[in-house]
């Protein structure tokens, strides 16, 4: 089954203490972002990946990482995570162009 | 600068009503994306386009590059299509910006 696999789904964790959000797609795309999602704010895009080894910044990359070593794979990285990232992170894929395969969300709490 | 703006912010029909969502963008871009995300979270790519008309079932997406304006249409519309409906443009730089969205209630 096609799918964009994001993990952890739920996280809650503390102010400085470093995570990885993962994110795996099995459709082969060269295409890969990472949005969060805020009340009041919506979707903004943090960083994007055109294939691998190419990545850019998106609208609000502050405080991110992202690597992109295999096509399949594109980690988000909170070298040290501050309760302004508490948020709903997406990710997603596509062929480029194409149509958009979003994960089911990740929703980080800082405290 | 790379802004979108869409309408309306919230939108009741009643089930059978035609509905339209409008997506106005402030320069040029590559494609258009519409998506759609239910109360539980997920989202769902409901078109992507660059130029003309794309239907699916019984929604519609019409994009006039020249006008920078997109809108999605549903046709006899119904409950399950209650959602929050939201526009993203993809800009010529790579940029992707999304709409505020459209929050649709359907009732019976």
């Known amino acids: 089954e096609a799918q964009v696999t994001q993990n952890p789904r739920y996280l809650i964790t503390v102010t400085g203490k470093k995570l990885t959000v993962t994110c795996s797609q099995n459709?082969?795309?060269?295409?890969m972002s990472w949005y969060r999602q805020d009340p009041g704010l919506g979707l903004r895009q943090i960083y994007y990946?055109?294939?691998?080894?190419?990545?850019d910044k998106g609208d609000v990359p502050e405080g991110y990482k992202v690597s992109r070593k295999e096509k399949r794979n594109f980690p988000l990285i909170l070298e040290s995570p501050s309760p302004n990232q508490t948020s709903l992170y997406f990710c997603?894929?596509?062929?480029?162009?194409?149509?958009?395969?979003f994960g089911e969300g990740s929703r980080l709490t800082v405290l | 600068k790379n802004e979108v703006e869409q309408s309306p912010q919230n939108l009741t029909a009643q089930e059978g009503e035609f509905i339209t969502i409008n997506c106005s963008y402030s320069?040029?871009?590559?494609?258009l994306h519409w998506l759609q995300q239910h109360p539980g979270g997920g989202i769902v790519s409901l078109f992507m386009?660059?130029?003309g008309k794309k239907k699916h079932g019984r929604l519609i997406a019409t994009i006039n590059i020249q006008e920078k304006h997109s809108s999605l249409h549903i046709t006899a519309s119904h409950p399950r299509d209650s959602a929050v409906y939201i526009c993203?443009?993809?800009?010529?730089?790579?940029?992707?910006?999304f709409g505020a969205g459209t929050r649709l209630t359907v009732k019976p």
């Open positions: 386009l660059s130029s």
């Open positions: 320069v040029g871009i590559s494609a």
């Open positions: 990946s055109m294939n691998v080894e190419v990545t």
């Open positions: 997603a894929s596509s062929f480029e162009p194409g149509e958009l395969f």
């Open positions: 459709m082969n795309h060269e295409y």
């Open positions: 993203a443009p993809y800009f010529h730089n790579n940029d992707m910006r």
